[in-house]
């Protein structure tokens, strides 16, 4: 069988096709089926284990696009028909334990687990179910395997989970095998701040909508929201030794990172967000300091309130900033900022995100179609003046009482210089992205996952949105 499924992978091009042909109901019925694992490992080495297999709610996915064409995320998840090895299903995406391996505790040998979960379609007979990561070079490596018999009654937890909170559908524009499912969920909101959870959803749902490509597209989603009480409002600060009894976990600094906000209740998560057709995930946390996070095909976090006067803004752009990573796969653009990753990306190797390149090739640039005639590769712009400007606003205390104050000429200098750049609104090869400085470049010389301001998503990031929501819809 292991031959077999082997050489599947190489016959997976050539069977595409003839898998989209054939109806969904060949292969799958109109369910869920959830696979929980537990990664463990270390920097350059890992495990994933079995946790447990769940039958959960309708499938709220494309019943075409079954194969995924679009080539993003560090993992792959590939399901095969047992019967035939016919790949009937896979999926990229990314995670937090991936992420955890390009830092210094990983680096020091010390073991970690994180929670993880796939999704697909429940197979009506019996799969095998593989997990591959990307090697340096970009070439996907099967690290996990396992069969599943979905008729087999001590494989499968059938619970029917009673959800002891409330749901419903905020923005309703068709069935969500059609649609982008979008489910958002609150995190250190109490009872009283219910309103204010509320008042939140409809102030980013209005924001996200207001934001080009999604403004167009916005009959191609529908919103979900799901509430659920926390004990204490707020969440977790770990630096200020402020803790939090919220139901998602989410917390401040991930990684040694004082903005970056995940969560590692990854099944909390799961269980609650199982309540409602989702194909991706919100979480509000109600907290006033600046942060969020998102990771392609998992969720985004992102903070709802601030002392600041005027700085509202912020928060609408970290909002739509971490979609982009969670549902379109883009990287970040920038370089500059204070990020916890060693070695994030390897030196001369193409990667994944569609938003950057390492340009090894001008001829072969992943977004040549964009670029206008006579545009130069790499483009030049000002990037020595606007370092200069970086490195003066990295000495800052970012988490001082008067950060805002002392950034903001040094904030006001790069924005007027990004606007007034030779090749602003163009589309090029400009030198600095992916927490890099060198040897790494974006499309354009600002952008909605450059910096930090309200400026559209340039021409490719936008592309790659609305492929996403093609994937989805079409």
Same mark, same amino acid.
């Given at each position: 069988m292991k031959q077999i499924i082997t050489l599947s992978l190489f016959l997976s091009i050539a069977f595409s096709g003839s898998v989209r042909a054939q109806s969904f109901d060949t292969y799958f019925v109109d369910q869920t089926m959830r696979v929980d694992f537990y990664h463990t490992?270390?920097?350059?080495?890992?495990?994933?284990?079995?946790?447990?297999?769940?039958?959960?709610?309708?499938?709220?996915?494309?019943?075409?696009?079954?194969?995924?064409?679009?080539?993003l995320g560090e993992y792959i998840v590939r399901v095969y028909?047992?019967?035939?090895?016919?790949?009937?299903? @896979? #999926?990229?995406?990314?995670?937090?334990?991936?992420?955890?391996?390009?830092?210094? $505790?990983?680096?020091? !040998?010390?073991?970690?687990?994180?929670?993880?979960?796939?999704?697909?379609?429940?197979?009506?007979?019996?799969?095998?179910?593989?997990?591959?990561?990307?090697?340096?070079?970009?070439?996907?490596?099967?690290?996990?395997?396992?069969v599943i018999d979905p008729n087999a009654p001590t494989q499968v937890n059938r619970e029917q989970r009673t959800h002891p909170f409330k749901s419903a559908k905020f923005i309703d524009n068709g069935p969500p095998q059609k649609r982008v499912d979008l489910?958002?969920?609150?995190?250190?909101?109490t009872k009283a701040d219910m309103e204010k959870f509320r008042s939140d959803v409809k102030h980013f749902t209005d924001v996200l909508f207001g934001t080009s490509p999604y403004k167009e597209r916005k009959k191609d989603f529908n919103?979900?929201?799901?509430?659920?009480? @926390? #004990?204490?409002?707020?969440?977790?600060?770990?630096?200020?030794?402020?803790?939090? $009894?919220?139901?998602? !976990?989410t917390m401040y600094n991930t990684f040694g990172s004082a903005r970056y906000v995940l969560t590692e209740e990854n099944r909390a998560l799961r269980d609650i967000a199982s309540a409602v057709p989702y194909?991706?995930?919100?979480?509000?946390?109600?907290?006033?300091?600046?942060?969020?996070?998102?990771?392609?095909?998992?969720?985004l976090t992102c903070f709802t309130q601030t002392d600041r006067k005027g700085m509202e803004w912020q928060m609408d752009y970290v909002y739509v900033h971490e979609l982009g990573h969670s549902f379109a796969g883009?990287?970040?653009?920038?370089?500059?900022?204070?990020?916890?990753?060693?070695?994030?990306?390897?030196?001369?190797?193409?990667?994944?995100?569609?938003?950057?390149?390492?340009?090894n090739d001008a001829a072969t640039l992943k977004w040549k179609n964009l670029v206008e005639q006579g545009t130069p590769l790499p483009t030049p712009w000002d990037k020595a003046k606007f370092d200069s400007l970086e490195q003066a606003r990295a000495k800052l205390d970012r988490l001082a009482p008067d950060y805002y104050e002392k950034r903001e000429p040094l904030y006001r200098q790069s924005q007027e210089l990004l606007k007034n750049a030779q090749y602003a609104g163009k589309v090029g090869a400009f030198e600095g992205a992916g927490y890099m400085s060198r040897g790494l470049y974006r499309p354009a010389v600002d952008c909605r996952m450059f910096s930090l301001s309200l400026t559209d998503f340039d021409p490719v990031c936008r592309a790659a949105i609305e492929r996403m929501i093609d994937y989805y819809v079409q």
């Open positions: 490992g270390i920097k350059g080495q890992e495990t994933i284990s079995l946790d447990k297999v769940y039958e959960e709610g309708a499938w709220p996915g494309s019943r075409t696009h079954l194969l995924d064409p679009l080539n028909d047992v019967a035939s090895a016919l790949p009937i299903y @896979s #999926r990229g995406y990314s995670t937090m334990f991936n992420e955890w391996q390009t830092t210094d $505790e990983a680096a020091a !040998g010390i073991y970690r687990t994180f929670h993880e979960t796939v999704r697909f379609p429940f197979p009506k007979n019996k799969v095998q179910v593989t997990v591959s990561r990307r090697d340096k070079q970009m070439i996907f490596h099967e690290i996990f395997s396992t489910v958002i969920l609150p995190d250190g909101y919103v979900w929201i799901i509430e659920f009480e @926390s #004990r204490q409002s707020g969440i977790d600060k770990p630096d200020k030794n402020e803790w939090k $009894e919220n139901v998602l !976990g194909d991706a995930i919100t979480i509000l946390s109600s907290d006033n300091r600046y942060g969020g996070g998102g990771m392609y095909n998992q969720y883009l990287g970040d653009e920038y370089y500059a900022s204070q990020v916890s990753y060693v070695d994030f990306y390897s030196k001369g190797i193409e990667p994944w995100e569609p938003n950057l390149t390492a340009l």
